[in-house]
T-cell receptor, first 115, second 109 residues
Framework: EPEVTQTPSHQVTQMGQEVILRCVPI?????FYWYRQILGQKVEFLVS????????KSEIFDDQFSVERPDGSNFTLKIRSTKLEDSAMYFCASSGPNRLANEQFFGPGTRLTVL | GEDVEQSLFLSVREGDSSVINCTYT??????LYWYKQEPGAGLQLLTYIFSNMDMKQDQRLTVLLNKKDKHLSLRIADTQTGDSAIYFC?????????FGTGTRLTVIP
């Protein structure tokens, strides 16, 4: 069964460093998302991406964040200068051409720890 | 803005029914969802309900929707140890989902 994959599973970085979190969505999907979950808090929407551009973003997704689909398979989230409060689990999701029920398929997440 | 609330923990004995509750704020959601997260895994869609329905049954799962009270529940019949996980309620935005904190279900053998 096709699935969304994410790498790495755990990333540790120093405050101020740039990180790139990688995702491979399901191959025929057209809509891509990033969410994050700070420990003990809600899963929060960051950004959605369709047709090579951002379709919606939340207030969390400020100028420090960017997304890219550099080729036909990867979808990346870049944090330019990480802060302590960026420590969270980051989930990538994708949904298919039929969005009747907006079913989003999630990856296993990347745990980002900023020291 | 949208807000989705759930209780954090629920413990049940194996074989009993589990009921996980959720309240939401956005009455314009077309669909409401239940996702399950097992340890080390991503969120997996369990079931969803169209906002015009008040009940949906899928094998051991029953979803009840009270639109007037903006209350959604997930009932798991004959709960098994494999059902131990975190369950997230979600309502939809224009291009995204709004999740609750998740309810950690622990099934006691």
């Amino acid at each position: 069964e096709p699935e969304v994959t994410q790498t790495p599973s755990h990333q540790v970085t120093q405050m101020g460093q740039e990180v790139i979190l990688r995702c491979v969505p399901i191959s025929n999907h057209l809509y891509f998302y990033w969410y994050r979950q700070i420990l003990g808090q809600k899963v929060e929407f960051l950004v959605s991406f369709y047709n090579n551009e951002i379709s919606e973003k939340s207030e969390i997704f400020d100028d420090q964040f960017s997304v890219e689909r550099p080729d036909g398979s990867n979808f990346t989230l870049k944090i330019r200068s990480t802060k302590l409060e960026d420590s969270a689990m980051y989930f990538c999701a994708s949904s298919g051409p039929n969005r009747l029920a907006n079913e989003q398929f999630f990856g296993p997440g990347t745990r980002l720890t900023v020291l | 803005g949208e807000d989705v609330e759930q209780s954090l923990f629920l413990s049940v004995r194996e074989g009993d029914s589990s009921v996980i509750n959720c309240t939401y704020t956005d009455s314009s959601s077309t669909y409401l969802y239940w996702y399950k997260q097992e340890p080390g895994a991503g969120l997996q869609l369990l079931t969803y309900i169209f906002s015009n329905m008040d009940m949906k049954q899928d094998q051991r799962l029953t979803v009840l929707l009270n639109k007037k009270d903006k209350h959604l529940s997930l009932r798991i019949a004959d709960t098994q140890t494999g059902d131990s996980a975190i369950y997230f309620c979600a309502e939809e935005g224009a291009n995204n989902l709004f999740f609750g904190t998740g309810t950690r279900l622990t099934v006691i053998p």
